[in-house]
């Protein structure tokens, strides 16, 4: 099987990063986080799902639990001014990668990074790799190292 276009940029964004960090390829869909779950055997809590929001004009990747859904208020609150989701097509403008397979990290624009607080819950979390069938496992701890994150509440209750 070739390997994604997406995940071989992830990958040597990674090896620069952390070399110990081990993207795979799966045959199964991990596009949604109930997919990755399943697929990984893990519970949908320890997916670490990336959703870009803009405020105002200003693009915010929020790293949430694959259980959760993000509120928008608690994200504008955080903010300071209302947010949106954006759309597929903003997404793939701003990361260089397709819903279902963005990264936490190693996006064409830098984004600011909100990580939800509940996925410091479980030592190992997973996320996404550069394509709708890639993942990769790490710590929630780096996610916040890696992408200088704001740790915060924003799942919608």
Known sequence: M????????????MESIDPGIRV???????????????ALGVTT???????????GEEPILVIAAGDHRVDPEKL??????PVKLAD???????????IG???????RSPLRTIIDEDLFHHEMIYAAAGSPRA?????PGSLVNWTDA????????
Request: proline fraction near 4%; hydrophobic fraction near 50%; glycine fraction near 6%.
């Open 2 to 13: 070739n390997m994604h276009e997406g995940v071989a940029r992830f990958r040597k964004i």
């Open 24 to 38: 795979v390829e799966m045959e199964a869909s991990t596009r949604t986080a109930a997919d990755a779950a399943q």
């Open 45 to 55: 809590a320890q997916i670490a799902k990336s959703i870009v929001f803009l405020a």
């Open 76 to 81: 504008a609150a955080i903010m300071g001014r």
């Open 88 to 98: 597929p097509a903003t997404v793939l403008d701003l990361t260089g990668f397709e």
């Open 101 to 107: 397979g963005v990264p936490p990290l190693g996006h």
């Open 135 to 139: 993942i990769f496992a790490c710590h």
């Open 150 to 157: 704001l740790v915060a509440k924003v799942k919608e209750t």
